[in-house]
């Protein structure tokens, strides 16, 4: 399934390739800073930046025999460069690289989800707009309520996706820090002035204080924002495999061409899009959890977090752009059944209606309490016996000493349910 995921751009970021390039990247410009500095030859500069280069393969062979994978980085470069790679990582630990190419792959991240989610917010705006007065039963515990309308149901996810950009935005700002600051942090073997230089040229700011490493809390809020979002997509799936079920089907996945839904059973079409997100979601939500395990290392630093971030590093975010660009084609796509809505919507025979019978007696001058009673027998007795609820009101000699048969017709009014729509959409799409 995600092994054919083929989207290069996020997949980009996380290869060895272009996980070394930054890493090269900080070394040079660290060297840069040096230089301006005046602590290593402007000679010597010149020859890191037009020699160094890596090979991964190359990088991978020394590691296999040091161990360490900045040192095998390091030594490959050198075999590029030659005597002045001795100027290279000078005052600095594997941390800083480590860390700083983290912050730069992290940022990159949130950089393309903010792209798709734009996209499918699209998408929302466009499928509420679309539904926006189509009816449908709402549900509370799972049993029919009031009613409201499909694009409603579609403007509160497009809602509920607009802090979740703001959430990434917050989330990219505060994991786009960096640090050269040398064993345990102190700046003892370096300037602080080669960090900052570094740092903006890579577009981060440089973290105020760092322990060798850069406090893992800043990790937990990117991956537990990205669990928040998983966890938004798999509330909008959740949504749609309940409105899939044969007893409701009042929305589905688009089935294509040839699409099959079962390797037994020929007839079915099944809600595999919405399932695969609710599952994936779980994985985005543990890697959140990894993250939060991360935050209390020994002393300065361990690498005990260091072999989580390899993998949720690289699997929430692309598991989440993922998610995004699976959802965003689902809901363009979705297959609507405003008919089936409007039968199930009948259903309770008029019972969705008795909040609204039951203010029609209290605007009577019936205490509320006397009201929910009146009401409540009569839609308990077409609970119990599947009789029409509006028929049995107007039966009801007690209510119709309070409410005419116009006035309890006017509380079945389903345009009324509906007056309040126009501006819920524009406080929601205008603002």
């Given at each position: 399934m995600i092994p054919r995921y083929t989207l290069p751009e996020m997949a980009a970021i996380w290869a060895p390739e272009n996980k070394f390039k930054i890493w090269l990247k900080i070394e040079v410009l660290a060297c840069e800073a040096l230089a301006k500095k005046g602590e290593i030859p402007i000679s010597a500069l010149k020859e890191i930046q037009t020699k160094s280069r890596f090979d991964v393969e190359r990088i991978d062979e020394i590691e296999r025999e040091v161990k360490h994978d900045v040192i095998a980085f390091l030594t490959c470069v050198a075999e590029h460069v030659g005597e002045s790679a001795r100027y290279m990582h000078m005052g600095m630990t594997s941390s800083d690289v480590l860390?700083?190419?983290?912050?730069?792959?992290?940022?990159?991240?949130?950089?393309?989800?903010?792209?798709?989610?734009?996209?499918?917010?699209?998408?929302?705006?466009?499928?509420?707009?679309?539904?926006?007065?189509?009816?449908?039963?709402?549900?509370?515990?799972?049993?029919?309520?009031?009613?409201?309308?499909?694009?409603?149901?579609?403007?509160?996810w497009y809602e509920e996706i607009k802090r979740n950009v703001d959430r990434i935005k917050r989330a990219r700002q505060r994991i786009a820090y960096g640090q050269i600051s040398g064993a345990v942090g102190t700046f003892s073997c370096i300037d602080p002035d080669v960090e900052e230089y570094v740092c903006s040229k890579l577009g981060l700011k440089p973290d105020p204080i760092s322990s060798q490493v850069i406090q893992r809390d800043r990790h937990a809020e990117f991956f537990g924002t990205l669990a928040i979002l998983a966890g938004t997509i798999e509330k909008i799936a959740t949504e749609i495999r309940h409105l899939q079920r044969t007893e409701v089907m009042e929305a589905a996945e688009f089935f294509s061409g040839g699409q099959k839904g079962s390797s037994a059973m020929p007839h079915k079409r099944n809600p595999v899009i919405s399932e695969q997100m609710c599952g994936l979601a779980r994985v985005v939500r543990a890697n959140a959890f990894a993250a939060m395990e991360n935050m209390p290392l020994w002393h300065e630093r361990d690498i005990s977090h260091s072999s989580v971030e390899r993998v949720i590093g690289p699997d929430s975010t692309i598991l989440i752009h993922y998610m995004l660009?699976?959802?965003?084609?689902?809901?363009?796509?979705?297959?609507?059944?405003?008919?089936?809505?409007?039968?199930?919507?009948?259903?309770?025979?008029?019972?969705?209606?008795?909040?609204?019978?039951?203010?029609?007696?209290?605007?009577?001058?019936?205490?509320?309490?006397?009201?929910?009673?009146?009401?409540?027998?009569?839609?308990?007795?077409s609970w119990a016996h599947g009789k029409n609820f509006l028929t049995l009101l107007k039966k009801d000699k007690t209510i119709r000493k309070l409410l005419s048969v116009r006035e309890i017709d006017q509380a079945f009014e389903l345009k009324k349910q509906f007056k309040n729509i126009d501006r819920i959409f524009k406080r929601v799409f205008e603002k």
């Open positions: 860390d700083t190419a983290l912050a730069v792959q992290l940022k990159k991240s949130a950089t393309l989800i903010l792209k798709e989610l734009a996209v499918f917010q699209d998408v929302l705006k466009k499928q509420a707009k679309k539904y926006k007065l189509t009816p449908t039963i709402g549900r509370s515990h799972g049993v029919h309520a009031e009613p409201l309308t499909f694009g409603l149901k579609v403007a509160n660009r699976k959802m965003t084609a689902m809901m363009d796509e979705l297959t609507v059944y405003p008919e089936n809505m409007m039968r199930n919507l009948e259903k309770t025979e008029g019972l969705i209606f008795s909040q609204s019978v039951l203010l029609a007696l209290v605007r009577k001058g019936v205490t509320r309490d006397e009201a929910y009673k009146l009401v409540q027998k009569n839609a308990m007795q």
